[in-house]
């Protein structure tokens, strides 16, 4: 009986996820295709990047501290400390769309490269609630209510493609998609308040408050770092081309393929609680479950490359087909992103270690970044985001190997990993430029 719920919940977690990350392609394709025109596009994903940057330095962390700190309470503190978490998420979210509102006529320019916006009003109040309201899918899975977290889903993202695609689409331009959008943050806030209203206890308590962000601090930091990487390439991009059609290539072109990533970031959390109570069974289920993901993804890449222009050409329209030369570099990433050692290095407990790799990961990423995208342009770019990351992973094998005394082989088939590496390394060669 117990078993039924949290199957529930986790399949309801893996849909939810999917959902995400499906709206932000379907709106991408609707957006591309609809006549508002590149350069429009390009300041929406400037607001976007914004977005990314004003969530990136602390949201992340503190959500993954929110289940460990939770399960720790007893049963009459959790409402009071759902309150406050959510208490937490909206006064930092609304203290950071308060800073890029009134630094409006800089924060564009400084962080992208590119002059302001109009509609920048609108597209933070959306932030806001978008921000203020992510720990309610975390309070749904910890209820168990996984029907209630996929409804919340469908609203969630749903929601976000119909407001993006409709006002595009009806002539409205860019200014009706982001009113759309700040009026989906009203309907997404009286949700999560008749959501909350019969399961929090607002109350103060600052010991509450002390633990959980002293939990998340290392969480914050590793997840600062990660987010750094990426947030600097757009960075990078925008400075150096100070051009929005250029960077809406840049943007529709730079994504790696969301099953690699989605796969391997459930199957490396899962194996993680495994690995620390059971670690030889766990890296025996890491090696096996490996090959399966190996199976699944590598094809699904492989196959990306040969159909990538011909996609770009038929989803975005023809203006974003040379994305497609740049798409196919981020697929490269699949090689290091099916690697877990990072779930071995976590269910050992030795989690700075990956704070310092992902330092060493940053520095490289810039200096690679300013010196690739002087020599190759955009394609310079992706390169640099994957030596980067092959170089993170290669670090942390050598780490599991010498440091914590497991060697490869445990872990991982070293022979399909080969193998497919050959096999989508040959494929890039023969289409990927």
Known sequence: MRRGPSLSVATALQVFQVLRIGSVVLGSILLARSPVGIEAIGRFEAMLFVGTVAAFFWANGLLQGIIPQYNRLAEAERPVFLFQVFALFGLVSAAVCVVFWAARAAVLPVLTGLSFAGGWGWFLLHLWVQLATLPLEHAYALRGRGRALLAWGTLSFGGYVAAIAVPAFAGWGLGGSLQALAALGGVRLLWCVAALWPVVQPAWRPLFWQRYVRFSAPLVLNLMVGQAIVLFDGWLVGWYYGDEATFALYRYGSRELPLALALASGLGTALTARIAADPVAGLAEMRSEGVRLFHRVFPVSIALLFASPWLFRTFFGPAFEPAAALFNIYLLLTLSRVLLPNAIVLAYG????????????????????????????????????????????????????????????????????????????????????
Do not use: N
């Not at 599991?400 to 040959?426: F, I, K, M, N, P």
């Open 350 to 433: 030795h989690a700075p270690t990956l704070l310092k790799v992902g330092l060493s990961e940053l520095l490289i990423k810039i200096a690679t970044g300013v010196l690739f995208i002087h020599l190759w342009g955009l394609p310079g770019v992706a390169w640099s985001a994957v030596l980067s990351f092959f170089w993170e992973k290669m670090a942390l094998v050598w780490y599991v190997q010498r440091r914590l005394g497991v060697s490869v082989s445990e872990w991982l088939d070293v022979h399909w990993w080969a193998t497919y590496s050959l096999a989508l390394g040959l494929a890039w060669a023969l289409v990927g430029r």
